[in-house]
């Protein structure tokens, strides 16, 4: 259980009745940063509450530094840095009186809170600001604090839900390389989002949680494998006008414009292929203009996995 | 890095206790959070300007109604009532600035809350108790603080400038006035804040802490102007009593996942009637599935409460038979003439009025009315005062059982069989068990819900105690009745013609 910052398995979380998690299996190795996605009310927030030991499970296990949330809750709180939905600051303090507060809440020595409190108020880019009072800070500066007071403490396992939300492009940007630069060998981090760029830029893993169960995890590379045959576009320099090339049988049109036309490579034949039916369509006089991949996006697997009810999110 | 926890030693209320540096390990979260709390109220100006007002300027206007107050009552000679102002404005003097302690504790967790700054708080390495009596102290400091100042500025200016010699003795127990209510006040008002949404629901729910303060405080007025002292000592004691419950029931109801999961108070009639319902019916399918199962179950559940309860009926009964003991009956003077002038009138006219045949309906509905107001006391202060109305009527059952031996030369197993057992052998069953349900429903809001709301978990109690009350208390007390109307009295009558009267006893 040792090499896992968090392991889960069959968690579960009921509401008057109301299962807001059904059954979440995770597991987090340290040095590893897992997006959890899905839209609202698929469970992310109560899921990341039960990994803080905030919330007991109904049913299931979870560890999380090697302490399970069921048995030591108090080991848990005291071993994870949370970024709670809500950034949860008290706006007639200092940075430097909040970050204090908390830093002795988790009781660190005098001389390591003020080596903290420092360092991470200047990584933030928080310290010219750090004796002003929270309530004049901006959002992007109220997050930033926030994440300071989750790592102050130098936790193995951080966890981060919705880091970015309701935050500027380039508030979001800059807390977005502070994660990236979070990552570490000894650290195991979730961050819980809607943003599927942000996942797949931060994250090694992603996993889409659906009506409360894990519906699919992988690298960003394994989920858009997920859509099949890669998709390739032709662009040519005058219109189709209706007609399409002579093409291969193993070619399979997918999309038709005014100047292009996509295709997969049926199953057997692969896109090591392209040169020839590019010299193929050149032969027949095709003015081809580009051939290349269609990029494909995270967005078509989360759509795929939740389907329209959860396209809101 | 590692982190120490504050978890292991654990304070108070049946927790494992901790000693020494485990004790100051424990209590220093606890002090951190009082002191941020404290600080960030010193920095409101909302809740400091009442609190500089209510300290400093209401005592000496207080102090100079008081002295303006006898200027006016020396012109008619009625110093007596005007000097009984003076402690009456020091209590009120020292209420005031508590009275904003209920404004702060009202919003310590719902406000936390509202503003979301109590997850990181729920997320840090804190026990549930830690926080929670972080949060107490911390509501509690300025008021009482504002309190002491008052109370010290207007003795003192009373002493300077009116000549006043108070009692120190009276400054003590109003000194302790203070702080019990500000202690009742801000517990209940806690209680009140963890189980609220928001805000504006903890204001609303206020007037269950507002009206009973208010009151008491009526009461203790009257005391003060009857110069009662002593009762206030009384007083300080119940409100101690009480407040160590109040925090007792916070503790038990503070939940983490309830600060986090509700989002609404809506009232939900159904619901509530369906948690209450399934309590009563325990899923029996029929009547005789529902005694042999729930009701048996209740049952066994209830034989701690029912046991103490048939233990204090007991001690009152005991009390009861041991009060009157010093007091100088007279004997009641039997000649024979007397007597048989006596066995004539009962042997024609039967009992005397207080003891003739009465509607059963009547009795059964008195029973009933007065039982239900010991439950409704005792639901209010936790079962104990339901208790205490339960002891009554024993203290006067021994009570009587000593004045018939005195006065009548009635031995006590005829007292007994005479006039208690035949329809008290059903209908102290019934009383002990009602005892005992009652204790066990006002003990519920200060036990732990394990994983329910506080209203679900009293909506359980209230159908567990219904199951024994329908099931049980009512039946008994219908029976007891009928023998109490149609039994008991023919009963009393044999005894008195041939015991009392024919000198059997």
Same mark, same amino acid.
């Given at each position: 259980m040792n090499e896992w910052g968090i392991l889960a398995q069959?968690l579960?979380?009921?509401?008057?009745?109301?299962?807001?998690?059904?059954?979440v299996d995770l597991h987090v190795p340290y040095g590893e940063v897992l997006a959890l996605?899905?839209?609202?009310?698929?469970?992310k927030t109560t899921t990341l509450r039960m990994l803080t030991a905030v919330l007991t499970p109904?049913?299931g296990r979870a560890w999380v530094a090697g302490y399970s949330v069921r048995h030591h809750p108090q080991r848990v709180r005291a071993a994870v840095g949370v970024l709670t939905e809500q950034h949860g600051l008290y706006k007639r303090m200092t940075a430097v009186e909040y970050l204090r507060f908390f830093g002795q809440l988790y009781d660190l020595d005098a001389a390591r809170l003020q080596r903290q409190v420092d360092k991470w108020l200047q990584f933030f880019d928080l310290w010219p600001l750090r004796e002003r009072r929270i309530?004049?800070y901006?959002?992007g500066m109220r997050q930033k604090l926030a994440l300071a007071r989750a790592l102050l403490h130098e936790p193995r396992v951080l966890l981060l839900d919705e880091p970015t939300s309701?935050m500027?492009?380039?508030s979001a940007h800059r807390v977005r390389a502070a994660i990236r630069e979070l990552r570490s060998a000894d650290r195991a981090i979730v961050v819980c989002t809607?943003?599927?760029?942000e996942a797949?830029q931060i994250a090694d893993r992603i996993a889409?949680?659906?009506?409360?169960?894990?519906?699919?995890?992988?690298?960003?590379?394994?989920?858009?494998?997920?859509?099949?045959?890669?998709?390739?576009?032709?662009?040519?320099?005058?219109?189709?006008?209706?007609?399409?090339?002579?093409?291969?049988?193993?070619?399979?049109?997918?999309?038709?414009?005014?100047?292009?036309?996509?295709?997969?490579?049926?199953?057997?034949?692969?896109?090591?292929?392209?040169?020839?039916?590019?010299?193929?369509?050149?032969?027949?006089?095709?003015?081809?203009?580009?051939?290349?991949?269609?990029?494909?996006?995270?967005?078509?697997?989360?759509?795929?996995?939740?389907?329209?009810?959860?396209?809101?999110? | 890095m590692t982190v120490r926890l504050h978890s292991r030693p654990r304070l108070?209320?049946?927790l494992r206790?901790p000693r020494g540096q485990a004790i100051r390990d424990w209590l220093r979260p606890v002090m951190l959070l009082a002191r941020r709390e404290?600080r960030d109220?010193?920095?409101?100006?909302?809740?400091?300007?009442?609190?500089?007002?209510?300290?400093?300027?209401?005592?000496?206007?207080?102090?100079?109604?008081?002295?303006?107050?006898?200027?006016?009552?020396?012109?008619?000679?009625?110093?007596?009532?005007?000097?009984?102002?003076?402690?009456?404005?020091?209590?009120?003097?020292?209420?005031?600035?508590?009275?904003?302690?209920?404004?702060?504790?009202?919003?310590?967790?719902?406000?936390e809350?509202?503003?979301g700054t109590i997850e990181p708080l729920l997320a840090a390495p804190l026990t549930d108790a830690q926080l929670y009596l972080g949060k107490?102290l911390a509501?509690?400091?300025?008021?009482?603080?504002?309190?002491?100042?008052?109370?010290?500025?207007?003795?003192?200016?009373?002493?300077?400038?009116? #000549?006043?010699?108070?009692?120190?003795?009276?400054?003590?127990?109003?000194?302790?006035?203070?702080?019990?209510?500000?202690?009742?006040?801000?517990?209940?008002?806690?209680? +009140?804040?963890?189980?609220?949404?928001?805000?504006?629901?903890?204001?609303?729910?206020?007037?269950?802490?507002?009206?009973?303060?208010?009151?008491?405080?009526?009461?203790?007025?009257?005391?003060?102007?009857?110069?009662?002292?002593?009762?206030?000592?009384?007083?300080?004691?119940?409100?101690?009593?009480?407040?160590?419950?109040?925090?007792?029931? #916070?503790?038990?109801?503070f &939940?983490r996942e309830?600060l986090l999961?509700?989002?609404?108070?809506? $009232?939900?009639?159904?619901?509530?009637?369906?948690?209450?319902?399934?309590?009563?019916?325990?899923?029996?399918?029929?009547?005789?599935?529902?005694?042999?199962?729930?009701?048996?179950? &209740?049952?066994?559940?209830?034989?701690?409460?029912?046991?103490?309860?048939?233990?204090?009926?007991?001690?009152?009964?005991?009390?009861?038979?041991?009060?009157?003991?010093?007091?100088?009956?007279?004997? +009641?003077?039997?000649?024979?003439?007397?007597?048989?002038?006596?066995?004539?009138?009962?042997?024609?006219?039967?009992?005397?009025?207080?003891?003739?045949?009465?509607?059963?309906?009547?009795?059964?509905?008195?029973?009933?009315?007065?039982?239900?107001?010991?439950?409704?006391?005792?639901?209010? &202060?936790?079962?104990?005062? #339901?208790?205490?109305? $339960?002891?009554?009527?024993?203290?006067?059952?021994?009570?009587?059982?000593?004045?018939?031996?005195?006065?009548?030369?009635?031995?006590?197993?005829?007292?007994?069989?005479?006039?208690?057992?035949?329809?008290?052998?059903?209908?102290?069953?019934?009383?002990?068990?009602?005892?005992?349900?009652?204790?066990?429903?006002?003990?519920?809001?200060?036990?732990?819900?394990?994983?329910?709301? $506080?209203?679900?978990?009293?909506?359980?109690?209230?159908?567990?105690? &219904?199951?024994?009350?329908?099931?049980?208390?009512?039946?008994?007390?219908?029976?007891?009745? $009928?023998?109490?109307?149609?039994?008991?009295?023919?009963?009393?009558?044999?005894?008195?013609?041939?015991? +009392?009267?024919?000198?059997?006893?």
């Amino acid at each position: 259980m040792n090499e896992w910052g968090i392991l889960a398995q069959g968690l579960g979380k009921q509401f008057d009745g109301f299962w807001a998690v059904r059954q979440v299996d995770l597991h987090v190795p340290y040095g590893e940063v897992l997006a959890l996605l899905g839209p609202n009310g698929a469970g992310k927030t109560t899921t990341l509450r039960m990994l803080t030991a905030v919330l007991t499970p109904t049913r299931g296990r979870a560890w999380v530094a090697g302490y399970s949330v069921r048995h030591h809750p108090q080991r848990v709180r005291a071993a994870v840095g949370v970024l709670t939905e809500q950034h949860g600051l008290y706006k007639r303090m200092t940075a430097v009186e909040y970050l204090r507060f908390f830093g002795q809440l988790y009781d660190l020595d005098a001389a390591r809170l003020q080596r903290q409190v420092d360092k991470w108020l200047q990584f933030f880019d928080l310290w010219p600001l750090r004796e002003r009072r929270i309530g004049g800070y901006s959002k992007g500066m109220r997050q930033k604090l926030a994440l300071a007071r989750a790592l102050l403490h130098e936790p193995r396992v951080l966890l981060l839900d919705e880091p970015t939300s309701a935050m500027d492009p380039a508030s979001a940007h800059r807390v977005r390389a502070a994660i990236r630069e979070l990552r570490s060998a000894d650290r195991a981090i979730v961050v819980c989002t809607h943003n599927l760029t942000e996942a797949e830029q931060i994250a090694d893993r992603i996993a889409i949680l659906h009506r409360g169960r894990i519906a699919l995890v992988g690298t960003p590379a394994d989920l858009k494998a997920r859509l099949g045959e890669p998709e390739f576009e032709v662009v040519l320099a005058r219109p189709l006008n209706g007609t399409l090339p002579d093409l291969p049988p193993l070619v399979q049109v997918t999309r038709v414009g005014t100047d292009r036309f996509r295709f997969r490579w049926a199953r057997g034949a692969s896109q090591r292929l392209n040169p020839l039916l590019l010299r193929g369509l050149l032969t027949q006089g095709w003015p081809v203009v580009a051939l290349a991949p269609v990029p494909r996006s995270l967005e078509q697997v989360y759509l795929e996995v939740v389907g329209h009810d959860g396209a809101s999110a | 890095m590692t982190v120490r926890l504050h978890s292991r030693p654990r304070l108070h209320f049946g927790l494992r206790a901790p000693r020494g540096q485990a004790i100051r390990d424990w209590l220093r979260p606890v002090m951190l959070l009082a002191r941020r709390e404290v600080r960030d109220q010193l920095r409101d100006w909302r809740i400091l300007t009442p609190l500089v007002v209510l300290t400093l300027f209401f005592p000496l206007l207080a102090n100079f109604t008081a002295r303006r107050m006898v200027a006016y009552m020396e012109r008619f000679n009625a110093v007596l009532i005007a000097e009984r102002l003076f402690p009456f404005l020091l209590l009120v003097v020292g209420f005031f600035p508590v009275s904003i302690s209920l404004v702060v504790a009202l919003e310590s967790f719902a406000g936390e809350r509202e503003r979301g700054t109590i997850e990181p708080l729920l997320a840090a390495p804190l026990t549930d108790a830690q926080l929670y009596l972080g949060k107490l102290l911390a509501v509690l400091f300025l008021p009482l603080l504002g309190s002491y100042l008052g109370l010290g500025s207007y003795t003192l200016t009373m002493m300077l400038r009116a #000549g006043w010699r108070p009692d120190p003795l009276l400054l003590f127990v109003v000194w302790l006035l203070s702080t019990v209510q500000a202690l009742v006040m801000v517990s209940g008002a806690v209680v +009140v804040s963890t189980q609220a949404t928001s805000v504006r629901g903890a204001n609303l729910l206020a007037s269950t802490i507002i009206i009973p303060i208010a009151l008491l405080l009526q009461w203790e007025s009257l005391l003060i102007f009857w110069r009662q002292f002593e009762i206030l000592w009384t007083v300080v004691a119940g409100l101690l009593v009480v407040s160590v419950l109040l925090v007792r029931m #916070g503790l038990a109801h503070f &939940s983490r996942e309830g600060l986090l999961g509700r989002d609404l108070d809506l $009232l939900d009639v159904r619901w509530m009637a369906r948690t209450y319902w399934q309590a009563l019916t325990g899923g029996a399918s029929s009547l005789r599935a529902w005694y042999r199962g729930p009701l048996r179950e &209740s049952l066994r559940a209830l034989r701690g409460p029912a046991l103490l309860a048939a233990l204090l009926a007991l001690l009152a009964f005991v009390v009861g038979a041991w009060l009157v003991q010093p007091y100088p009956w007279p004997e +009641v003077d039997l000649t024979p003439e007397r007597l048989e002038r006596l066995r004539g009138t009962v042997a024609l006219q039967g009992l005397p009025a207080a003891l003739q045949i009465q509607n059963p309906w009547g009795i059964w509905w008195h029973n009933v009315r007065a039982m239900l107001l010991m439950a409704l006391l005792g639901v209010l &202060s936790f079962g104990v005062v #339901g208790l205490f109305y $339960l002891m009554l009527p024993f203290g006067i059952l021994g009570a009587g059982m000593v004045l018939a031996q005195r006065t009548l030369h009635l031995a006590p197993w005829w007292y007994l069989l005479g006039f208690v057992l035949p329809h008290g052998s059903v209908e102290i069953p019934a009383i002990v068990l009602f005892g005992g349900a009652t204790l066990r429903l006002g003990a519920a809001l200060a036990t732990p819900a394990r994983g329910k709301t $506080l209203g679900a978990f009293w909506l359980q109690a209230l159908g567990e105690w &219904s199951r024994v009350i329908v099931g049980l208390v009512l039946p008994l007390l219908l029976l007891a009745a $009928l023998l109490e109307a149609y039994v008991a009295p023919r009963v009393a009558q044999w005894v008195l013609l041939h015991v +009392v009267i024919g000198g059997g006893g």
